[in-house]
C-alpha cells in the first residue's frame, strides 16, 4: 500500500505562483511514475504532468511551459511547480502513483491522494 499526502494549494492572482507537494509513504518501492492530475466538477479528471521513476517527465499541452513536476532527494516527494497562472488553472489537484508501466503516458494510478484546491483569480 502507499500513501500520498498533498499540500500548497490556495488561492492566488492570475499570473502568480504556487508549489504543490506530496509525500509518498509505504511500499514506495512500487512505484513507477508518480503525477499530478486536476479536476472542475462536471469534467473529467485530466493529467497535468508525471514523472517516472529515473527522471523523465511529461506535461499536458495546456500546461507546458508554465508547470514544472520534480523529484526531492529522498524521492518520495513529487512537487509540482506552477507558473504564470491562469483562471482556467482553478481545479482540485490531486497527486497519483502507478505501479505499472504506463506506455505512452497512459497511466492507471493505483493511488490517489486526497486532493488540494488550487484557485486562481482574475
Known amino acids: 500500500q502507499v500513501q500520498l499526502v498533498e499540500s500548497g494549494g490556495g488561492l492566488v492572482q492570475a499570473g502568480g505562483s504556487l508549489r504543490l507537494s506530496c509525500a509518498a509513504s509505504?511500499?514506495?518501492?512500487?512505484?513507477?511514475?508518480m503525477g499530478w492530475y486536476r479536476q472542475v466538477p462536471g469534467k473529467q479528471r485530466e493529467l497535468v504532468a508525471a514523472?517516472?521513476?529515473?527522471?523523465?517527465?511529461h506535461y499536458s499541452d495546456s500546461v507546458k511551459g508554465r508547470f514544472t513536476i520534480s523529484r526531492g532527494n529522498a524521492k518520495n516527494t513529487v512537487y509540482l511547480q506552477m507558473n504564470s497562472l491562469k483562471p482556467e488553472d482553478t481545479a482540485v489537484y490531486y497527486c497519483?502513483?502507478?505501479?505499472?508501466?504506463?506506455?505512452?503516458?497512459?497511466?492507471?494510478?493505483?493511488?490517489w491522494g486526497q486532493g488540494t484546491q488550487v484557485t486562481v483569480s482574475s
Open positions: 509505504g511500499s514506495i518501492y512500487s512505484i513507477n511514475i
Open positions: 497519483c502513483a502507478d505501479t505499472g508501466p504506463a506506455v505512452g503516458w497512459n497511466l492507471s494510478p493505483d493511488y
Open positions: 514523472i517516472t521513476k529515473g527522471g523523465s517527465t
